[in-house]
Nanobody
Framework: QLQLVESGGGLVQPGGSLRLSCAAS????????IGWFRQAPGKEREGFSC????????NYADSVKGRFTMSRDNAKNTVYLQMNSLKPEDTGVYYC????????????????????YGQGTQVTVFS
């Protein structure tokens, strides 16, 4: 069964850090581009980060650039999102998604155009 599972979300104070994981079963993630999306309460789901297959080049939205870092461990079939210097506006449900195509420009990321996606993990940044 093909499945992506996000984990690592939680509650954190502003300035804190979390590391999200996106683990795959049933597919070999090294053949896939992985995108991270998030959906804040009352807002649309937005893509903010992407890592290419194998080569591992990354794109980030300006809102997270310099604070968030994607990496992949193909041996563990897992992609990570290290989130530092978290802000209250980072609060939302975070989703990973996998696709065979190259990373698009951040503004062109469309969650439902990806081949596979997970159920999300909640990240809450509060004072």
């Amino acid at each position: 069964q093909l499945q992506l599972v996000e984990s690592g979300g939680g509650l954190v104070q502003p300035g804190g850090s979390l590391r999200l994981s996106c683990a795959a079963s049933g597919i070999a993630l090294d053949y896939y581009t992985i995108g991270w999306f998030r959906q804040a309460p009352g807002k649309e789901r937005e893509g903010f980060s992407c890592i290419s297959s194998r080569g591992g080049s990354t794109n980030y939205a300006d809102s997270v650039k310099g604070r968030f870092t994607m990496s992949r461990d193909n041996a563990k079939n897992t992609v990570y999102l290290q989130m530092n210097s978290l802000k209250p506006e980072d609060t939302g449900v975070y989703y990973c998604a996998a696709d065979r195509s190259d990373c698009p420009e951040i503004g062109a990321m469309n969650f439902f155009e990806y081949d596979y996606y997970g159920q999300g993990t909640q990240v809450t940044v509060f004072s």
